[in-house]
């Protein structure tokens, strides 16, 4: 459980987390995404409306909101692979996305689905089957209104000890 601990430190610590998007995901960076929370049950994450993410059409360009959300579900999954007794793969295998509303303003991205990723990465352990898990992530503004929601399908597989 030490290393869940580590990553949840390191993503809710503005420094590390820059340090860590640094070293293995360059565009949170220039995106200027942040970790607002982060625990075993949900995770949020904020992307600012500015220049850097901004489309032609004044809001946010849906490539950066669809970062954003995928790392509110993705630092989750992080957490949980680390911490599992052995190897496991992860890997986004499908995402599908509604916008309902122009971002422009900060969105928080917020993923309610911890459980079902800590079960599908234990579930791959145990078994030693792939597993995929479904999250939902909902995108909203400063205003409280819903701007996106986006579905994840995650897949999870022990990797082979040989």
Known sequence: MGKQKDFKKLANNGFLLKLFFLQKMPMGILSGMRVVELDERHCS?????????????????FAV????AELSS???????V????SPVSMLVLDMKANFTKKARSKVIFTCDNGKEIADAVKNAV???EGQTVTIT?????????IVSEFKFTWT????NQH
Request: hydrophobic residues 35%.
């Open 82 to 85: 680390m911490q599992a007794p």
């Open 137 to 145: 992530s909902r995108g909203l503004d400063t205003q409280g209104d």
């Open 65 to 68: 909101q669809s970062m954003a």
């Open 156 to 159: 999870f597989k022990a990797k």
């Open 74 to 80: 993705g630092a989750m999954a992080i957490a949980e």
């Open 126 to 128: 145990s078994t030693g």
């Open 45 to 61: 994450v904020s992307v600012p409306f500015n220049y850097l993410t901004k489309n032609p059409f004044k809001s946010t360009y």
